[in-house]
């Protein structure tokens, strides 16, 4: 059975940092990896990918330089490193390989 499991999410402050974890069970843990965004009342929100050897990451331009998105291939797991993080950051942040979506986790960050 094909899974990805994120967890790490939570209530920060702003300025805060959270780890994002995402684990795949059931497949080969090969090819890209993304991390997707919705915020309430609002659409989905592309914030980063990364390719098979890690070496090729993007960002978009709202977390570029606060972001950090890796991989551990050997225990097929996705991170999202967030640092200093802003209110507009809060949303429930998805991980996704293709058509396979995992459940959510929430990131509220407020005072």
């Known amino acids: 059975q094909v899974q990805l499991v994120e967890s790490g999410g939570g209530l920060v402050q702003p300025g805060g940092s959270l780890r994002l974890s995402c684990a795949a069970s059931g497949f080969t843990f090969s090819g890209g990896y993304g991390w997707v965004r919705q915020a309430p009342g609002k659409g989905l929100e592309w914030v980063s990918s990364i390719y098979n050897d890690g070496s090729n990451t993007n960002y978009a331009d709202s977390v570029k330089g606060r972001f950090t998105i890796s991989r551990d291939n050997a225990k097929k797991t996705l991170y999202l490193q967030m640092n200093s993080l802003k209110s507009e950051d809060t949303a429930v942040y998805y991980c996704?390989?293709?058509?396979?979506w995992g459940q959510g986790t929430q990131v509220t960050v407020s005072s």
């Open positions: 996704k390989n293709g058509a396979y």
